[in-house]
């Protein structure tokens, strides 16, 4: 995985609420078992006519880019499909933002290298009300200090994550990963044991 320690960037608003991973990711799409090219079928039932004809659907909209996906309460609800996480990081984005979270979709999006921040009801609705009036209101992401930031107003909020998810992000470790960095310590542990 790749490191994150912080991000600055615009986001795109998807201010729905209770998007469901069949939503994220239609079924018919799972048969893959690679990661890759999920992206180009992230929301798919949303963004395209059944003739792939793009639909008035904020992810075509050109004025809105980033790698900030902010989204409404409950996200990642229904299945647990790993494959919504996959189909969002290979969308290109890094984060996603809303002020609730599905708790398999949470983790299979921390083991995958997507962060899920969970942030008050009213936070998020400053950041939807930022990035509508300006699609091009950047958005910091501090993973270190856990602080989430509108940088044109200064508003900020904490977020909770994990501790050993953070570490994981912040490293680029995958759960083997981790495991191979405090091999001397396991060792050590183990030495002591016999």
Known sequence: MEKFISLTTTAVPLSIENIDTDQIIPARFLKATTRDGFGENLFRDWRYNSDNTPKDFVLNDKKYSGKILA????????????????????????????????????????????LPITVSPEFLQKI?????????AEIKVDLENQIVQIVASGEKEAFEINAYKKVCMINGFDNIDYLLSIKDKIKEYEAKRA
């Open 128 to 136: 939807f009300n930022a990035v509508e009036a300006n699609p091009k």
């Open 71 to 114: 989204a409404g309460k409950n996200f990642g609800c229904g299945s647990s499909r790993e494959h919504a996480a996959w189909a969002i990081h290979d969308a290109g984005f890094k984060v996603v933002i809303s002020s609730f979270f599905a708790d398999i979709f949470k983790n299979n999006a921390l083991n995958n290298g997507l």
